[in-house]
């Protein structure tokens, strides 16, 4: 396995793969931490999160370095998303006991209730796009309820990956409860086949979360999948334009524009259409692309050169079947992967820009007459991540938001964004269960009903 720094062009560093041999002996490892792990009490678990979240605190520069290196984005968004993993430490420290206490249910016996408790080891498969941020979601709520966790991370940052188990053991968790194993994606089967491994809970693409999916549907293993997104973005035409274009611009060039959830379609109205437009453009063309350690810089490089291809791939075939580039479209004549924002309209059914998600600086802008042919548009995709409608009628907003637009989350007059107070998933090709909250903590407990007659 091979780290690149995506804006130098150099070798980080080579990392042997661990032989299947070396990867038994660690899932055997982390299953013994487990039969201990289980039966320790909230407290001591809170405590030992609460030394990991001091510990992100202490060393955020040196990890946030260590995510720009292996992945290119900007070290300000780099030194956020480390910062945000404490909070979700903090956050499942302070609330799993809460979230797993006993529920009381009444019925003719004497007690009857249900007790949440933990399954064994989980896999996690995990992307480079937030390299730790996707980690600690999946992290800190599974240590909280008492499971322990492996992580497979993308091949193109085990630096992340290493970071992560080493920041665990210094927070003084017991040996093994989280381990690293650095495997390519073919040997993902084998893992989840070991009879040692509970669950898994894979954030990547729709391809991978099908892969994975069938895997342990064959071996009757809990599944948690968080895929790829197409979000939709209405903007009604009461909407406050400008406001509307920077929340979406934002949304849209964060991290490069690779995020699950970034917004990727902008579906607006005739009325506004063109002031709207107008000033998105204006805004998306502001952006400047370089050095990622450079505080200046708005967007850094894609990751890899093959995704900026395949963007770029996306975004020319569709202008051969149509579409118009108002801005961007072309390969900067640099050494590192980047890719200008781009802007597209005209496009229609059948182009890649249409179903396919954009993995980069690239928008769509729509335009709707009535309300239904923008609900038809926002919901004419195969995913279901996100969704959001700016207008200044919050009880249409609301509608909109419950029972028009196919997604597993709707903001009304913002962003996106995931909070660890708040599910996180999506419906359709965007996967299936939750992370974050309570109910990301409970999908891998065994909901126990226990009934007491005397
Ligand atoms: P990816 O290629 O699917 O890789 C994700 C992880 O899955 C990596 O660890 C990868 O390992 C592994 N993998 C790939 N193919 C696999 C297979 N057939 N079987 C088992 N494991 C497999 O995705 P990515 O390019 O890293 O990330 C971008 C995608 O993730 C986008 O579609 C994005 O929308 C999605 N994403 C979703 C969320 C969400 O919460 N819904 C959040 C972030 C990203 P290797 O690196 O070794 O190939």
Known sequence: MQAINPFSGEVIQNYPEYSSEYVNTIINQVDAAYQQWKL???????????????????????????????????????????????????????????????????TEAEASYISYQPIGTVLAVMPWNFPFWQVFRFLAPALMAGNTGVLKHASNVPGCALAIEQLVREAGFPENVFRTLLISSTKVNSVIEN??????????STPAGKSV?????????????????????????????????????????LNAGQSCI????????????DDFEAEFVRLMSQATFGDPLNPLTTIGPLARLDLRDELHHQVTKSQEMGAKIL?????????????????????????????????GPVAVLFRF??????????????????????????????????????????YVNDFVKSDPRLPFGGI???GYGRELSAVGIREFMNIKTIVVKE
Do not use: W
Request: contains cysteine; hydrophobic residues 45%; charged residues 25%.
């Open 428 to 430: 359709k090709e965007s």
């Open 213 to 253: 999916a069938s895997m342990a549907g064959s071996m009757l293993k809990k599944s948690v999948l968080e895929l790829g997104g197409s979000d939709p973005y209405l903007i009604l035409e009461d909407a406050d334009v400008e406001k509307a274009a920077q929340l979406c611009v934002t949304s849209r060039l």
């Open 369 to 410: 007459e009535t309300e239904e042919e923008a609900i038809r548009i926002a919901n004419d995709t195969v995913f279901g991540l996100g969704a959001a409608v700016f207008t200044s009628d919050i009880t249409k907003g609301k509608l909109l938001a419950e029972k028009g637009l196919e997604a597993g989350c709707v």
């Open 195 to 204: 009879p040692l491994i509970k669950a898994v809970t894979l954030t990547g």
């Open 40 to 106: 320790t009490d909230f407290e001591y678990r809170a405590k030992l999160m609460k030394n990991l979240q001091a510990g992100l605190l202490e060393k955020k520069v040196e990890l946030a370095g260590i995510i720009v290196s292996e992945m290119g984005k900007v070290f300000r968004e780099a030194l956020g998303e480390v910062e945000k993993c404490a909070t979700v430490c903090a956050f499942y420290a302070d609330h799993a006991a809460s979230f797993l206490k006993n529920e009381v249910i009444q």
């Open 327 to 359: 801005l961007g479209g072309f390969i900067p004549e640099v050494k590192a992967p980047f890719y200008p924002p781009t802007v597209l309209t005209d496009v229609k059914q059948g182009m890649p820009a249409y179903h396919e998600e954009l993995f």
């Open 262 to 273: 970034g917004a990727k379609r902008f579906i607006i109205a005739d009325k506004i259409y």
